[in-house]
């Protein structure tokens, strides 16, 4: 695994957040370091979405703060964080179904402000590192397959040349194999370019492989942090993950 | 002959009632708001027209006011009651009883204004010439069929070819993925009132110069383009614009068969049919998403 340089591009601090005053996460003081893959894992329920979703600006924190490169964009939309250079690629499939690929980028990068001079290099750019997309390009989303979407959803938040990169469990309903092809060129990517990613999964072996560091959640907090090579060799932790 | 000549008053009728239903389903189908009041936007845009007209303000001028009149209505209602509801949560019925009040509200302020009686604008486009023997047209329904055409056609354009149209489409498919791609989900549900309140306009005005205006039009207006949206599928801009077209072709054609208090009834049984054997429209999708 690469070192962790030191500055951190995304931060929280105490942050709490939930749903109808119900809270589902709190106390979450987590950094995520220039260049580096942090791995987050835990069970169905245990807020890793939550934490994703206000670290990006989709749900209001009930406390606490979110920076973006020492900048507090806590309360901010999504909009704004995107503008600071977050992209990220949504639980489920990040796909509208009646667009098609084409279409999906087109909007992608409207909604990002690419340059209009610039878009058709953005996804040229996207289409090398992605390279099947090739393949159904003019298809409407509904079409493709699970991995296809996910292969979408992902070359849609890169085409905002983010440095930095939210990813919600894009391994569900993949198999491991596919899971593998999808994180390969995104590995790649991040060392080329240096960016950082926050990588949600369930999928904790093939996660832990491309991290460089990894946290663990549950009921709403953050109970361990360290190596992922740790967190394998850590028996108790591993059977209940 | 009289095939003919209610063909083509059905087509003068099903073009209206395409441009009328497809400003509903625009909205219901991007924004799942069922807005009732859409038959309101009808009456107003189809009110200030007359009063513009009737003062004297020449054509064009009182287009451009019965358009200002849809267009502002359509985004009020949404800033000032859809968008509270949204913003607390509030369920469909919830909205369709606001909807629902506020079109009983303006017909109210349009009887009191003009009357609750039948109003008529005078036009010569509105007589008949004989276009083959036994065949009456007027220029009006020419007129209503090139509207709808060039209308219908230029939002088949606007939905595939621009941004906003793009994302119109893809807040009916997920309006959480919306916010993640960094878009405003309320600035595209104003568009989508601002575009589904416009395009009722020449509807509206042809509508006031042919069959008469009342302020109770509203209802029917609704009634109609909640048929066509069920008829031609829900979602489906393409399928409500065809349903528009075959209900208006239906009611008149039907004639030929009933006597004319019965045509309207003719709209609620295909409707009825479609609700019984084909649910999801001539057009939809076959699975809800």
């Given at each position: 695994m690469t070192p962790v340089p030191g500055k951190p591009v995304l931060q929280t601090s105490t942050l709490a957040a939930g749903y109808g005053g119900r809270p589902v996460i709190s106390g979450i003081d987590l950094s995520l370091m220039k260049g580096e893959v942090l791995c987050m894992i835990g069970h169905n329920g245990a807020g890793k979405s939550t934490l994703l979703k206000t670290m990006f600006g989709l749900l209001a924190p009930g406390e606490g703060s979110v920076s973006v490169d020492g900048t507090d964009m806590t309360g901010r939309t999504p909009r704004d964080i995107a503008d600071m250079g977050v992209a990220m690629v949504p639980e489920g499939r990040g796909i509208f179904p009646s667009l098609t690929v084409t279409e999906i980028f087109a909007l992608g990068m409207h909604a990002a402000r690419v340059p209009k001079e610039e878009?058709?290099?953005?996804?040229?750019?996207?289409?090398?590192?992605?390279?099947?997309?090739?393949?159904?390009?003019?298809?409407?989303?509904?079409?493709?397959?699970?991995?296809?979407?996910?292969?979408?959803?992902?070359?849609?938040?890169?085409?905002?040349?983010?440095?930095i990169l939210l990813m919600d469990e894009p391994s569900i309903g993949l198999a491991p194999k596919l899971f593998q092809d999808l994180l390969a060129p995104i590995r790649t990517l991040q060392q080329r370019e240096g960016l950082s990613i926050l990588l949600v999964e369930q999928n904790v072996k093939e996660a832990l492989k491309i991290s460089d560091r990894a946290v663990v959640m549950k009921s709403g907090q953050l109970i361990w942090e360290g190596d992922p090579g740790e967190l394998s060799d850590n028996d108790r932790l591993m059977e209940l993950y | 002959m009289l095939a003919i000549q209610l063909a083509i008053t059905g087509l003068q009728t099903g073009a209206l009632y395409a441009l009328t239903a497809v400003g509903f389903s625009l909205i219901f189908g991007s924004t799942r708001i069922f807005h009732f009041a859409h038959g309101a936007a009808f009456v107003i845009a189809a009110y200030f027209f007359y009063a513009a007209f009737g003062a004297g303000w020449g054509v064009i001028p009182a287009i451009g006011v019965s358009a200002f009149g849809a267009v502002a209505f359509g985004l009020l209602l949404d800033r000032l009651v859809y968008v509270p509801i949204q913003r607390h949560e509030g369920s469909f019925f919830t909205v369709f009883v606001a909807s629902f009040g506020v079109g009983i509200a303006v017909q109210n302020v349009i009887g009191m204004i003009f009357g609750r009686g039948y109003v008529t604008v005078n036009t010569t486009l509105s007589r008949s010439v004989e276009v083959i023997p036994e065949v009456y047209v007027s220029p009006l329904a020419w007129i209503a069929i090139a509207c709808a055409a060039v209308f219908l056609g230029g939002l088949g354009f606007f939905l595939k070819r621009t941004h906003t149209g793009m994302a119109l489409r893809a807040l009916a498919d997920n309006p959480e993925l919306v916010r993640t791609?960094?878009?405003?989900?309320?600035?595209?549900?104003?568009?989508a009132f601002a575009i589904g309140s416009v395009i009722v306009v020449p509807a509206a005005i042809i509508t006031s110069a042919t069959t008469g205006l009342s302020p109770a039009i509203g209802h029917h207006v609704m009634l109609i383009s909640l048929a066509a949206t069920i008829v031609?599928?829900?979602?489906?801009?393409?399928?409500?614009?065809?349903?528009?077209?075959?209900?208006?072709?239906?009611?008149?054609?039907?004639?030929l068969v009933v006597d004319t208090q019965w045509t309207e009834a003719v709209t609620f049984a295909i409707l009825f049919a479609f609700i019984i054997i084909r649910p999801s429209g001539l057009l939809g999708r076959a699975t809800a998403h």
């Open positions: 878009r058709a290099e953005r996804v040229d750019w996207v289409l090398n590192i992605l390279p099947v997309i090739r393949e159904f390009m003019h298809r409407p989303a509904s079409t493709l397959s699970g991995g296809q979407q996910q292969m979408v959803s992902i070359g849609r938040a890169l085409l905002s040349r983010p440095r | 791609f960094g878009l405003n989900p309320r600035a595209i549900q104003a568009a031609g599928g829900i979602g489906s801009i393409p399928g409500t614009m065809l349903a528009g077209v075959m209900l208006g072709l239906a009611e008149s054609l039907a004639l």
